[in-house]
T-cell receptor
């Protein structure tokens, strides 16, 4: 099945550092979503974006809906150990009964 | 406010058997979607139910079927299990007004031997 491309695939960072990751699609999306998944659990919704160019924050997390509508970015500021996990982007083409397509994931590890 | 719940948490089956997984949506949600997540991969969309009907389907064979009940809960059925069906099966619920903003349950881990 189709998946969005996320980069980087994995990253090790020092506690306190900022993190950036992105997600690209060959198709235009009208909604971008960012999720975090811990081992053995379901994904948890972090941020939802509904408009091209939109910049939305949730605490230390900031996400942007790319103006081309084919990409999105997630930034985490001042990382802490509990930020460890896998971050997934997800996109949806339009309203109605459109399916949500997930990215390949970015595995984040934070070194205390 | 209860979140999305799924049962069972783990399941072991053998090839050729059939399995039923269950999901209760978040309170107030009316739309349920099912995903399959293989190890190391992102979730893959199976199908979405609203008003007790399948409204959208991903690239999965007919062995995968589902049902939604009047109380919005849902079941995922998989027939003639294959080894490749081993995965984490995730249920997500949403509101009809914002179907893309989905909240996930903890998943059911299925192992097919």
């Amino acid at each position: 099945g189709q998946q969005l491309n996320q980069s980087p695939q994995s990253m090790f960072i020092q506690e306190g550092e900022d993190v950036s990751m992105n997600c690209t699609s060959s198709s235009i999306f009208n909604t971008w979503l960012w999720y975090k998944q811990d081992p053995g659990e379901g994904p948890v919704l972090l941020i939802a974006l509904y408009k091209a160019g939109e910049l939305t924050s949730n605490g230390r997390l900031t996400a942007q809906f790319g103006i081309t509508r084919k990409d999105s970015f997630l930034n985490i500021s001042a990382s802490i150990p509990s930020d460890v996990g896998i971050y997934f982007c997800a996109g949806s083409a339009s309203g109605g009964y459109q399916k949500v397509t997930f990215g390949t994931g970015t595995k984040l590890q934070v070194i205390p | 406010d209860a979140g999305v719940t799924q049962s069972p948490t783990h399941l072991i089956k053998t090839r050729g058997q059939q399995v039923t997984l269950r999901c209760s949506p978040k309170s107030g949600h009316d739309t349920v979607s099912w995903y399959q997540q293989a190890l190391g991969q992102g979730p893959q969309f199976i199908f979405q139910y609203y008003e007790e009907e399948e409204r959208q389907r991903g690239n999965f064979p007919d062995r995968f079927s589902g049902h939604q009940f009047p109380n919005y809960s849902s079941e995922l059925n998989v027939n003639a299990l294959l080894l490749g069906d081993s995965a984490l099966y995730l249920c997500a619920s949403s509101l009809v007004s914002s179907r893309e903003t989905q909240y996930f349950g903890p998943g059911t881990r299925l192992l097919v031997l």
